[in-house]
Structures are given as C-alpha cells and as structure tokens.
C-alpha cells in the first residue's frame, strides 16, 4: 500500500472487516458497502478522504485487500472478515502443501488443538513460506507450518481461495501440521 494512505487503509480494513458501526454504515449480507456513503462517513474521521484516494488505495494496496463491484458503487474486503458476511467463494482443490505463518508461542497450542479461526472467519493459510513468514512476523517471533493440504482435501475438507490469493478453511487438524524448519 502506498506508505501516505497506511493510516486510511488500516481505517478502511477495521470498517470492511470488522466494524462498520464505528463510522455508522452497514454492510450488506456479501460485506458490500456503498461507496458515496463509505467516502462519506469517512470523511468525517479524515476530512481530506475522496474518491479518487479510495480509488488509489485499492488499486495500490500491496495484498489487493479491497475490490470493487463491477459497477464501482460498492466496495469491500477481499477477506479476513470477523463479521459474519458471505463472499460466495466457491470450493476449490488446494495445491498438495499450503503454509500457515504464526508466533513461536502459539506453537504449543497449535499442536494440541490445531489452527484455529480464533475472531475470523477462516483459518488464512499462504502459498509460500516467504508469505506465511510475513504474516507469522506481525505476532512476534515467526514460526511456520507446512498444511498438508492434499490429505485434508481427501479427507472432505473444504478450501476456497479468496479474491487476493489468501487459501481459507475452518479449521487444521494437528494431524495435518508439520513445523517447518527454517534455514537461517
Ligand atoms: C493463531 C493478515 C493458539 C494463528 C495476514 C494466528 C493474513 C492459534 C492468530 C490474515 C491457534 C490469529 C490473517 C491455537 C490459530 N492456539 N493460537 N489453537 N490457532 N492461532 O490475525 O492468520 O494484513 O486472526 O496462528 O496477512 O495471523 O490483515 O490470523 O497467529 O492473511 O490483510 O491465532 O491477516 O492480513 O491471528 O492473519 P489472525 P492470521 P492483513
């Protein structure tokens, strides 16, 4: 995301994502906002907010975190909701390993009782260790897991793969993890 919009994007996540009470809008069932009426609430919190600087952020965002509806008047987030919100994605077959970034010490809880969706509403699950390494990073000393996706899939897990390239399901099995050992 471009480095002058972070504090707007981050806004935007929280009000897309989580709360959109806290501007006093609403979302539709799919999480979509009105655009005219998102600008205008936000506006209220930073007055220098339009159209053009929404515009901007989402096409700049470096996860592709926010789409538009194909006619442009509404917006929402790609994924990471905790807000009940349907994204009609449908079932997907997941690549045979995915990789799931987290802190050194959720690791012990991991194992005994899997990955967790915790306030979202998937468990996100990243393609490459580079991805999941990042992400692991945001909660402290990073840790990775290897999914074995290909033995879920078998087993009738469900997977869907949102409209950013973020791998979602409801939940891991201890069974299917394994640490992945990095090389430093
Ligand atoms: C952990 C960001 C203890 C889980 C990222 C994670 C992602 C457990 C934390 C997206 C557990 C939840 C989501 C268990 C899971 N015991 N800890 N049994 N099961 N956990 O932020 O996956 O930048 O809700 O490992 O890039 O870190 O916001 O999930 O550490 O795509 O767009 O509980 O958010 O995207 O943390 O991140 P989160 P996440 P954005």
């Known amino acids: 995301m471009i480095e002058k919009y972070k504090k707007e994007s ?3 996540s929280l009000v897309l994502r989580h709360h959109p009470e806290v501007i006093g809008i609403t979302l539709d069932a799919h999480g979509w906002a009105e655009v005219n009426v998102l600008i205008k609430h936000i506006k209220r919190k930073f007055p220098v907010f339009s159209l053009k600087m929404l515009e901007e952020i989402v096409a700049t ?3 592709q ?3 538009f509806s194909e006619d442009n008047t509404r917006i929402r987030a790609n994924q990471g909701h905790s807000l009940a919100v349907e994204l009609e994605l449908l079932p997907q077959i997941p690549p045979d390993h995915l990789y799931h970034g987290t802190a050194s010490r959720f690791v012990e809880s991991i194992l005994k009782s899997g990955l967790q969706k915790q306030t979202r509403q998937y468990v996100h699950l990243s393609t490459d260790i580079e991805t999941a390494t ?3 990073s945001r909660h402290g000393s990073p840790i990775i897991f290897e999914v ?3 033995a879920m899939h078998q087993a009738g897990f ?3 793969l949102s409209a950013n ?3 979602l399901t409801d939940k891991v099995l201890p069974k299917y993890l ?3 050992e990095l090389l430093v």
Do not use: E
Request: proline share 0%.
């Open 158 to 160: 469900i997977f869907y």
């Open 61 to 63: 965002d470096n996860k």
């Open 178 to 180: 394994s640490v992945v």
């Open 10 to 12: 981050k806004f935007l």
């Open 134 to 136: 990042k992400v692991g």
């Open 165 to 167: 390239g973020v791998w």
């Open 148 to 150: 074995n996706t290909k």
């Open 65 to 67: 975190r926010y789409a």
